[in-house]
């Protein structure tokens, strides 16, 4: 096993990593920028090591820092998390070439699959069902006249080095197509410097439905079953959960087996996720693989019981998959919702400042993923997520009921977060049938607008909020003087003044 692991990432994916790595008994390095000095993962770790200042590039992203600082400090692997260098192949590669161990699959297939053509190409090969469409990018809208023609409207146009919707655009009829490619091309050269684009049959009202595989370094693959994430906001998603309700037994096992062969086809060798769009019929169709453990992952851990992380470590190691795929079940049903620092009313842009008071919902079948605690500064820097509320239920009407009730009893004052937005959309009639598809949120969602909460109401639920806190902390000591931890001070800048 290792001797030290370095957590190349920050927020509740690095504590996550570093509760994993705590309970296999392996000592950690968490890294951070100047902007992360009193992050919890800095805290959480054995050691911290500062990489540089607040800008990834200078930080999360610095490849060549990190690697010093693995050394120095004797670290033998390094995860890096999800995001940042996560699926960056030169990165797995100059790793690779350091002697240090990637947690993740080898650089090869992250650089294949890092390309969506060559990913799909592949996968024809293999047989794994793709979307209709061109097998390679082109420049004229001749050529994209006739393979629209081939595949019927509408078509969509993508961006070859693509992934979050950048460069994509719905094409309905041949005289649209000319304008649409240079759109195309121009957002794809500036979003990742390659203006290759090519198209696609569009698949109207589909599904995400995802599937955690796991290869080992020994040539055994397995996969984990599937995540549904059609609620998606500008392809960021906010909601996932398994079971699907759109997947049957014999649907499941034919994306299943496929899910395998794609991780197969690229020699994969650690966790990934093979992403699907499923159409109204039921037909499935490979769309991409991200090659890292997925903000997701914990939805997969709840049904399946496997702790995808530490398998992550075991496999990275060199020991065989833990996971055979015929001991594998779902059992029950679990929801994962994203915990975002950000403003409705702002058009849904980070909310920042001081995270004055947090308190999570905790009980039966209740996990919550976090990076955050009452008092920290939450930066403009990174991405702002600040935690993942995970429920479980014997179904999915259960694991809903547990979901409303605990956002309910989740508290974080000094920082807008996407709570209200969250309860609203797990209310909606669309989402409680399971008529989830990936355009859920543009057309049920648009017009949401945050409650108006009373400030009175406000305050009361404050004052509730600090008294119990102050109940669990202060109970009275025998004999010795107590010191009241004083709510004024905890709240900052929401004095409650009686008769105020
Ligand atoms: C599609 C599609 C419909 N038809 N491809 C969006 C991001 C990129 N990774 C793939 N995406 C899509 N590709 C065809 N041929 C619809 C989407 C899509 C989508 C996919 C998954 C989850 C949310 C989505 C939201 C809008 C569009």
């Known amino acids: 096993m290792f001797n030290k692991i370095l957590v190349a990432n920050r927020g509740e994916i690095a504590c996550r990593i570093l509760q994993a790595a705590s309970e296999m008994n392996i000592p950690t390095l968490a890294v951070y920028s100047e902007a992360d000095e009193k992050a919890l993962h800095v ?32 670290c033998d692997a390094i995860h890096p998390g999800y995001g940042f260098l996560a699926e960056n192949h030169n990165f797995a590669k100059r790793c690779e070439d350091e002697g240090i161990t990637f947690i993740g699959s080898n650089a090869e297939s992250i650089r294949a699959m890092g390309n969506k053509v060559e990913a799909r190409q592949m996968m024809v090969n293999s047989g794994v069902p793709v979307i209709p469409g061109m097998e390679a990018p082109a420049a004229d809208a001749a050529k994209f006249k006739e393979h629209a023609e081939a595949v019927g409207y509408p078509v969509l146009l993508k961006a070859a080095a693509g992934g979050g919707g950048k460069g994509m655009r719905v094409v309905h009829d041949p005289d649209s197509i000319e304008d649409a490619l ?30 955690q595989v796991f290869g080992d370094k020994h040539g055994n693959y397995a996969h984990l079953f599937e995540r549904e994430c059609s609620i998606q906001r500008r392809h960021q998603k906010i909601i996932e959960e398994t079971p699907s309700v759109a997947v049957d037994d014999g649907l499941r096992k034919k994306m299943g087996e496929a899910a395998v ?12 996720t093979v992403e699907f769009l499923l159409d109204k019929n039921k ?5 991409e693989m991200n090659t890292r453990i997925q903000v997701e992952h914990p939805i997969t851990e709840m049904v399946v019981g496997v ?28 929801i994962e919702c994203r915990i975002y620092a950000e403003d409705a009313l702002n058009n849904f842009l980070p909310s920042s400042g001081k995270l004055l008071f947090y308190r999570e919902p905790s009980g039966p079948f209740i996990r919550v993923d976090t990076g955050v605690y009452s008092g920290v500064d939450v930066s403009v820097y990174y991405d702002p997520i600040l935690s993942k509320l995970i429920v479980w239920g014997e179904n999915r009407a259960d694991a809903l009921e547990r979901m409303k009730k605990a956002l309910d009893n989740y508290i974080l004052l000094g920082v807008t977060t996407s709570i209200p937005y969250l309860k609203a959309i797990l209310e ?10 990936t355009d859920f949120i543009p057309t049920y969602m648009a017009e949401w607008k945050p409650p108006q909460v009373a400030e009175d109401s406000l305050k ?10 102050m109940n669990q902390k202060a109970a009275p000591v025998e ?14 800048k929401w004095e409650i003044g009686m008769g105020g």
């Open 43 to 74: 805290l959480k770790a054995d050691e911290a090591a500062l990489l540089g200042p607040a800008p990834a590039l200078e930080s999360y992203l610095n490849i060549d820092r990190i690697i010093e600082v693995a050394k120095e400090h004797g």
């Open 182 to 211: 240079n759109g195309a091309m121009r957002e794809a050269k500036s979003a990742f410097g390659d203006d290759s684009v090519y198209l696609e049959k569009y698949i109207e009202e589909p599904r995400h439905i995802e599937f």
């Open 261 to 272: 062969m794609v991780a197969r086809a690229c020699n994969y060798t650690n966790a990934g």
């Open 283 to 287: 037909n499935f169709y490979f769309l």
């Open 307 to 334: 702790d995808l992380v530490k398998e992550q470590i075991r496999v990275a190691s060199g020991k065989k998959l833990s996971i055979r795929q015929d001991q594998l079940r779902q059992h029950g049903h679990a």
């Open 428 to 437: 909606h009639e669309k989402f409680i049938s399971g008529e989830t598809y």
């Open 460 to 469: 009361a639920a404050l004052i509730s909020v600090v008294l119990n806190e």
């Open 479 to 492: 004999g010795g003087e107590q010191e009241m931890p004083s709510p004024w001070k905890t709240i900052g």
